[in-house]
């Protein structure tokens, strides 16, 4: 019996680059907004419930996993973004030059990483 | 630094694989085991391993890796050079494709240091110690290096890569601008090397339905051609969300292409005719 051919190897051997590595994780932020938006859910409606109700979500939003899990909540906010803003400039038919697209990706990154800082800082800021 | 041309060899790489099991998503028969090793002959001072994947499909037993020390003192420069010289003076079954030497034919195409490039005008001084050499990705394996391209090239023929015409005939050819003959620069140079398309994560997970960046890319060429008549039908055949829309712009396609095109614009001029067509 004639064996089946192999298939040669894609994932597992092919270099992360950062036009692939950009790209997934413009996935994986997409997929951890699309569970964390339950979350904001609940914390409005924590909000309107009152007092009681919003400070056992605060109190939960304030422990260590809470605030590990909004760190990257909000990462992935800006960098949905951000990454989003740049398929819309795809889209439309620009920036496809090769130099074009590895500037726009580090300054996707670059960018996000301040946002998510500035909106931390303020964050805590407004919280003291 | 970014990168400015599909050449540029990283110097630093953080990851040179996804982290991943080496076996992960791959059925039984593709599993790939530890093969043979070549160690350089005795005296030789300036040596490179090169990794290469290994199938022979009379064996009935599954690929693997085997290892080539070679002594870089006593040949060429190229990648192709190094596996020329391992087939004439190390193992005459190693077997690849290869035709030009000058990377204009495209058989030499395959994955090396993890990124697909032509062997031809790979520098081994730019390759990495070991170089590791695979087979253009997610394909079916002949042999060694050689991977079956037939799904590929019936992709390439589903976009009807000829001139199609209704008018008459001319007297004579059918003429072109020299500014219409210049829409298809960056197009018209595609060698059909299959680079982009082995490359793209995209065709990995779709490869029966995603037209990938080759054909697309020539699509394209036909599409932006002043004397082609068939914009219409060659417009419906793409309208689908597979055929063309399976494109994420991941844009691996352009970062690897070894011709330094741009399949990825290339697919993005599709998508706005197609909306330009709809408004």
Known sequence: ?128 | MPVRSSDDVPRRTLLRRFPVPRNFNVSPESRIETGKTWPAPVGTTRTRKFAIYRFDPHAGRNPRIDTFEIDLDDCGPMVLDALIKIKNEIDPTLTFRRSCREGVCGSCAMNIDGTNWLACTRFISDTREPATIYPLNNLRIIKDLVPDLSHLFAQYALVKPWLQTKSLPPERERLQLPEERRRLDGYYECILCFCCTAGCPSHWWNPQRFLGPAALLQSWRWLSDSRDEATGERLDELEDPFRLYRCHTILNCTRTCPKHLNPGKAIASIKKLLIERRS
């Open chain 1, 1 to 128: 019996m004639q064996r089946e051919r192999p298939l040669s190897p894609n994932l597992q051997i092919y270099r992360p680059q950062l036009t692939s590595v950009l790209s997934i994780t413009h996935r994986l932020t997409g997929v951890l907004l699309s569970v964390g938006s339950p979350f904001f859910v609940i914390w409005i409606v924590a909000a309107a419930d009152g007092a009681r109700s919003y400070a056992a979500f605060a109190d939960m939003l304030g422990s260590p996993l809470g605030l590990a899990l909004s760190f990257m909540w909000t990462f992935s906010l800006f960098f949905h973004l951000c990454n989003g803003v740049r398929h819309l400039v795809w889209d439309a038919g620009y920036g496809f030059e090769l130099r074009t697209i590895y500037t726009s990706g580090w300054a996707v990154l670059a960018v996000s990483a301040l946002l998510t800082v500035i909106a931390w800082i303020a964050g805590l800021r407004l919280g003291a």
